[in-house]
């Protein structure tokens, strides 16, 4: 999101002085090169819905977007494919106001009964499934690692200076923040004061710490997801398709197996210190539930997995885009929940707006703003994987 949003602002206008600051430039805790690059229109808001479209065409031309050399053009392997979300007969009426809203902005969604997802899909077991959207236009999956490699070299050509730091404190003087305390990598007992005229809070999971800082209470902290992977013997999906299971565990097909993943409950969320995987998860809560969608997966063979983080905002598990209210010259855009990567390009945008025009100009994203956090008025995005 930071490299992201520094590519927009420093294109739009070079004379700006734009600085990230990165704790992690090897990127071995970062939640975005350890997500697994989905993109999908099918969300229940339309904001996220707006975000997404934009991004998947952003992704679409990233060659003439992010490359630096002609040489050697910007490629992160977008392969085009699907989303398809199951629903039991409790989230029918959920998924046809998705579907309605879905429509009405252009996306190209189509709804599948029982027997309609069976003749589709004859290696799945539909008996509990009583109806399901499958996204037939701008969804897909992509590289991560190569997204965030083509946004930091691009901005790096465009005059934007990375540094390896850790932010450790604010300066706030007359409701703005005047300066950033960092200490850098090569020396860490030594502090520095950045002076700013903007502050883009895009920390990620951290992102609460960070606004902390600065005397807000930002509701977003992490939380630790993991991703398996795995074999089958038949190789039952041909297809680029990424299943959502009405239980909220889903699966892709990938060249060399297939990747897996749910989100706990919230009393079963696991110890953010570290990035370790818990395998009985697989076996006690996924498991389960492949073997029962898909027969074939009865016999499959873990592979290996990983974990990541998720910026998880606590209040309704949306991102939180904007302003603050006070302390005006500090942007948020966290809290994804899980879908950041895959917005980044429009949201990038969106904050490059709001610092360049000092308001949003292409999709309206005030709803997402820092005062529902204020207010206590969550607006939830109720399809998150």
Not at 80 to 93: I, N, W
Not at 123 to 132: A, C, P, Q, S, V
Not at 180 to 190: F, H, L, R, T
Request: with cysteine; aromatic share 10%.
């Amino acid at each position: 999101m930071g490299s992201s949003s520094a590519f927009h602002i420093a294109s739009r206008d070079p004379t700006k002085r734009v600085c990230v600051i990165e704790r992690d430039p090897g990127y071995s805790k970062c939640s975005s090169t350890l997500s697994v690059g989905g993109i999908r229109q099918q969300f229940s808001m339309a904001e996220n819905i707006q975000l997404s479209q934009y991004s998947y065409k952003f992704f679409t031309e990233v060659s003439k977007h992010l490359t630096v050399d002609p040489a050697d053009p910007a490629d992160i392997h977008l392969r085009r494919g699907a989303y398809v979300m199951l629903a039991s007969k409790e989230g029918v009426s959920t998924l046809m106001e998705n579907y309605k809203l879905q429509r009405d902005l252009g996306c190209h969604i189509k709804l599948l009964d029982n027997h309609g997802l069976h003749k589709r899909y004859p290696w799945m077991n539909t008996d509990d499934i009583k109806l399901g959207s499958v996204g037939f236009d701008c969804e897909g999956c992509f590289d991560p690692w190569a997204l965030l490699s083509s946004f930091k070299k691009k901005s790096i050509s465009l005059g934007v200076q990375y540094i390896h730091a850790e932010a450790t404190g604010m300066m706030v003087s007359d409701d703005k923040i005047a300066g950033i305390q960092i200490a850098p990598s090569s020396q860490p007992d030594a502090r520095y004061t950045l002076r700013c005229d903007t502050v883009v809070n895009c920390a990620g999971p951290w992102a609460g710490r960070i606004a902390r800082q600065a005397g807000i209470d930002l509701p977003v902290e992490p939380r630790k997801r993991y991703v398996f992977v795995f074999k089958c013997p038949d190789q039952p999906i041909r297809e680029n398709t990424l299943f959502v299971d009405r239980t909220g565990v889903y699966f892709r097909p990938e060249p060399q197996g297939y990747i897996c993943g749910l989100s706990p409950n919230e009393d079963e969320e696991p110890d953010v210190a570290d990035l370790e995987v818990d395998y009985d998860f697989f076996t006690e809560k996924i498991w389960p539930v492949l073997a029962h969608r898909v027969p074939a997966f009865e016999c499959i063979k873990i592979q290996g997995a990983w974990a990541g983080y998720y910026d998880y905002n606590v209040l309704d598990q949306n991102a939180v885009i904007g302003r603050h209210p006070k302390l005006s010259n500090m942007i948020f855009a966290t809290g994804f929940s899980g879908h950041g990567i895959q917005q980044s390009p429009a949201v990038g945008r969106a904050v490059s707006e709001l610092i360049l025009d000092q308001e949003f100009t292409t999709i309206d994203l005030r709803n997402m703003g820092y005062e529902r956090v204020i207010n206590n008025a969550p607006i939830r995005e109720k399809n998150i994987v």
